[in-house]
């Protein structure tokens, strides 16, 4: 498997109820990153988590980060049909470049 | 204060002709990366700049591909003979040395079509 893989692929809820995207890599990092990515846009910066970091808020995403597994979540709270979008974590090692995983495509119904 | 600007946002271009993908950071941003993305696939990294040189390019593809950030202008990714595997969305992004984490700020994309 490659480096930062999300899991689900896909996710479709209802708007209102939770959303729950899990991330998984293979290198020791400094930090990792999530982003998301309307269909046919760019990248939308939304939270980063330094890696003695261990969980992060900002509004209604939480993110949280277990380097011993290797591993992070996000969730979004309550999620709105504006959530609809391909989310993507992204690790930074020792240099400077981002290592993406696949992506989870979220669709919230109203 | 205008964030990463990239032109064109759609470019279509006929298999053997050149691509040059143009990136503008954003302002007091001395640091540079392209990205590809294929399609329904997250972004790889191809390579990071800063003024003048080339810091990171293990995501090249060591034909056709190159990339520069002059001194002044814009930083260009150029693509020579593009092929049909070409046609992605090439992301840049830029990030400053005083910025925490060095977090990179994304521009639109350019969405490269070979007919």
């Known amino acids: 498997s490659q480096q930062g893989e999300e899991d689900p692929q896909a996710l479709s809820i209802q708007e209102g109820e939770n959303a729950t995207m899990n991330c998984s890599y293979k290198?020791?990092?400094?930090?990792l990153q999530w982003y998301r990515q309307n269909s046919g846009r760019g990248l939308v910066h939304l939270i980063l988590i330094r890696s003695n970091e261990r969980e992060k808020h900002s509004g209604r995403l939480r993110v949280t980060l277990d380097t011993s597994k290797k591993s992070s979540s996000l969730l979004i709270t309550a999620s709105r049909a504006a959530d609809t979008a391909s989310y993507f974590c992204?690790?930074?090692?020792?240099?400077?470049?981002?290592?993406f995983g696949t992506g989870t495509q979220l669709k919230v119904e109203l | 204060n205008a964030g990463v600007m990239q032109n064109p946002r759609h470019l279509v271009r006929r298999r053997g002709q050149e691509a040059r993908l143009r990136c503008s950071p954003m302002?007091?941003?001395?640091?540079v990366y392209w990205y590809r993305q294929l399609p329904e696939e997250g972004l790889k990294f191809m390579v990071y700049l800063q003024k003048e040189n080339i810091i990171d390019e293990s995501g090249m593809p060591k034909e056709r591909f190159s990339a520069e950030f002059p001194k002044e202008g814009p930083s260009i990714l150029r693509i020579q003979q593009v092929v049909r595997g070409d046609s992605a969305a090439y992301f840049c992004?830029?990030?400053?040395?005083?910025?925490?984490?060095?977090?990179?700020?994304f521009g639109p994309g350019t969405r490269l079509t070979v007919t």
């Open positions: 992204a690790t930074a090692g020792g240099g400077n470049k981002l290592t």
């Open positions: 290198t020791s990092i400094n930090n």
């Open positions: 302002k007091g941003h001395s640091h």
């Open positions: 992004a830029s990030s400053s040395a005083l910025t925490p984490d060095y977090e990179q700020y």
